[in-house]
């Protein structure tokens, strides 16, 4: 028998998130400790985690192949530490999240991001589904704890209910990959496959549509996507900010993986079946997006249609495809958590009608001008940052020769033009009519806004950082 | 020729089946819980029949005497179940009968034509000893890390009903 | 294996057949004239107060709840216990105690929340409760 202690030298950051999530829930049980200042010892602890991950190096598989430590680990679970950090500054600055539950929700923020860290480096069909219950599961709790909108209840259970379903399906698909090649990794599963008896035929495609009907619930694509709008409508709007993140991301790594180790010929199959998925998902979160009236469900389906895009650089299947999927990410963040923060202030109460929002630009012009910079950059418009991450995924997609998949998405992004711009004509150029009303935020969120849309300038115009941090993205390196 | 375990095959599937059925069709939520109950014992046996005798137990344990308790319990906390009668509509509308009966058929079509690489029964005996050391080896990163998850769950159920309880 | 599994199945059948034996070999011999005293419920015999089927409070739920989560511990720990002496005659006993106890010790911390939370606590709600009845 090998021993396995030592291993933990190469998962640092894990052990670490691991332990605060311990710390939380004991600190809520010891009075003495629950009174000291949580946010701060919790940002402290992402920092150190993201230290961690950017002193290791090397590839290294784990735990009997369960997991596989490489650059494309490490530097994803660097992005996680980010959009978390992002998240706790939002959640101390939005009123729907119950104070008193604070070790609690970070606790369970924690966990989602141990979930997340074992989904993109898990090569190992158990460690998948344990990565992705992690990440499931606190989501499910944090989107039922709005202090202010009693719907959120009805929404984590909506929400419940279809993750559970949707885990019985991958676990169901898995039953089939297990019995078909007797193999849970990755490698042993595609190779397994790859039987001329097996490969092509109804099982095959049955098995393999089931398993990732589990993944793409995490990143809502469609077929998968219903719970989307619901649950990010009602629960707290960090958590949806998060929740059309960092999840997603996790799913989509996770994707990435799954189809590293595949044969040329599954690769062929299976490119042309995420870009079907990817072609839906944004058309589909487009169409739906332009009659939206509530502005957090308009980015629900803005994030469906993201999602969509970035199944564009998964689907072309080479490393090439997975360093645009990174660039795009960071991006992609900055916008969407701008695009959130910025709302978090602007909203009262539960109203988060469009309508609402009229002539903001004369009451917080630095505001609505930086959520004007994160929303063109959502659309794609050619000084910002979105503009230069879409280009490059349109540029990997046809030097795969993807013709439809490249014309669909063009036609989407123009499509998303329509209601990006009809949120900031609603709040420039609208005449205010509702009376003076007072902002509670702390002016921190607008630094927050602005300091997310000074970066989308400044990648807009040179990029060439983002590209080195994206040709880190190895696998197996 | 139908041996003995063949026979059991079918008792065990009429059980499922018939429990199911009224899982399914009952208007009484709670006679739902109940029937749950007789499908999930089934599916022990057939653990038992597939070799699986540590997985049987576990599966009577945890599923037939744990979660169908917490069922049970989760129904006797539905609002309306002082009315028994409208507690559980049961009958959805004519496309969720088109969904699951079209699912049921390509399942059953492509199942069919599938050849499975099987492997005769062989009796392996006691398979405990054989979890444990795959637990404690080759599942240790899994069997640690689910640990989170219970935990987490943990939290979140006191989190909610202490919330609610307040509210 | 199974033939094994055949001693579970015999006393399956005698536990179910012993009921039905006894409760057939009683409607044979006992008199039968019901009414309506004796048709009433069966409650410790005390008068039932109200219907059976009412809201429970939610902290059976929670009670039911921390009951599957240990449950589910112990069939975690139950292969392991099995094998202990063998990984301890091998020389691993130490990573074995290390690996469950690890296992343990975040359940563990479960437990401690559940109980500083009063998520096990019932004096609490029932006191509350009374005291809800004796103000109106």
Known sequence: MVNTLPYLNFIPAYVLIGISILIFFVGKAVPKISRLPVTVFFIFILCIAFMMEGAGSGSQVLFFNMIQIDSFSRLYNQLFFLVILSTVLMMSNSEEIDSDLRWENYGLLSTICLGMMFMVSSKHLLMTVVGIELVSLPSYLLVAMNKKNPASKEAALKYVLFGSFATGIMLYGMSFLFGLTGSLTFEGLWNGLSGYHILGSPIYFLAIFMTLGGIAFKISAVPFHFWTPDAYQAAPTPITAFLSCAPKVAGLALLMRFFAVLLPEQSEQMGVFISIVAMLTMTLGNFAALKQTDIKRLLAYSSISHAGFLLMGVAVMNDAGRQVVFFYIPIYLLMNLGAFMAIIYLSKGTNFQIDSYKGMIYKKP?????????????????????????????????????????????INSVVSLYYYVYVLKVMIIDKDITPEIEFKGKPATIAFVASCAVPLVFFGIYWVPLLDWASKVVLFQ | MIGIPEIFFYIFCALIFG???????????????????????????????????????????????????????????????????????????????????????????????????????IDHGPTTKQIGQLLLRNYILPFEVISFLLVAAMVGAIVLINKGERS | MLENFAYVFTFLIVGIGFVALNLFVSSLIRPNNPNEQKETVYDCGELPVGPGFTQFNMRFY???????????????????????????????????????????????????????????????????????????
């Open chain 1, 366 to 410: 630095l505001l609505v001008v930086s959520l004007a910079v994160c929303m063109f950059s959502l659309a794609g418009i050619p000084p910002f940052a979105g503009f230069i991450g879409k280009l490059y995924l349109f540029k990997v997609v046809i030097e795969k020769e993807m013709f439809l998949l490249a014309i669909v998405a063009g």
């Open chain 2, 19 to 121: 429990s199911s059925l009224l899982v399914v069709f009952s208007y009484n939520l709670l006679r739902s819980a109940f029937a749950l109950f007789f499908v999930l014992f089934g599916i022990a046996g057939f653990y038992v029949l597939l070799g699986g005798d540590f997985l049987a137990v576990i599966q009577i344990m945890v599923y037939a005497g744990g979660i169908n308790i917490l069922l049970i319990f989760g129904t006797m906390m539905t609002g309306s179940i002082s009315q028994p009668e409208t507690s559980n509509p049961s009958f959805q509308g004519i496309l969720t009968l088109i969904g699951g009966g079209g699912l049921l058929l390509i399942l059953l079509i492509i199942l069919n034509h599938t050849t499975w690489p099987s492997q005769s029964l």
């Open chain 3, 62 to 136: 929670l009670v039911a709840f921390v009951f599957v989560i240990f449950d589910v511990e112990i069939a975690f720990m139950y292969p392991v216990t099995v094998i202990f002496k063998d990984m301890v005659n091998s020389g691993w006993g130490i990573l074995a105690f290390v690996e469950i106890a690890l296992f343990i010790i975040i359940l563990l911390v479960g437990f401690i929340y559940a109980w500083s939370q009063g998520g096990l606590e019932w004096a609490k709600s029932i006191k509350s409760q009374f005291e809800k009845t004796q103000d109106t």
